[in-house]
């Protein structure tokens, strides 16, 4: 079993920049494909970043290709989301996800297995 943990979300000015980690524990961490999803009020889930076991594949949403960067360390069990050029449509809840099915596209909440409570970020316009 795996309990994730985020942490650095917060209020910034449209433009600016936050990084959001999530750690991770058990010795296995490595063996999980890891997510980011965001959820803003009166929306659904929604998908925004994946990187592989090895950390050498990622994959983004296009409404944050570009100004997202999804990054691990398996020695650290961390994960991370280094967010720039932050927009207002960026504010919702970030949650980080873990799954064990690494051949899943990642893309949908239904092929993550483990959940962190999430961290809240706003953007002000």
């Known amino acids: 079993q795996v309990q994730l943990v985020e942490s650095g979300g917060g209020l910034v000015q449209a433009g600016g920049s936050l990084r959001l980690s999530c750690a991770a524990s058990?010795?296995?961490?490595?063996?999980?494909?890891m997510g980011w999803f965001r959820q803003a009020p009166g929306k659904e889930r929604e998908f925004v970043a994946t990187?592989?076991?090895?950390?050498?594949?990622?994959y983004y949403a296009d409404s944050v290709k570009g100004r997202f960067t999804i990054s691990r360390d398996n020695a650290k069990n961390t994960v991370w989301l280094q967010m720039n050029s932050l927009k207002s449509e960026d504010t919702a809840v970030y949650s980080c996800?873990?799954?064990?099915?690494?051949?899943?596209?990642?893309?949908?909440?239904?092929?993550?297995?483990?959940w962190g409570q999430g961290t809240q970020v706003t953007v002000s316009s």
């Open positions: 058990g010795r296995t961490f490595s063996t999980y494909a």
């Open positions: 996800a873990a799954r064990q099915n690494y051949r899943s596209s990642g893309t949908v909440p239904e092929a993550y297995d483990y």
């Open positions: 990187i592989s076991r090895s950390g050498i594949s990622t």
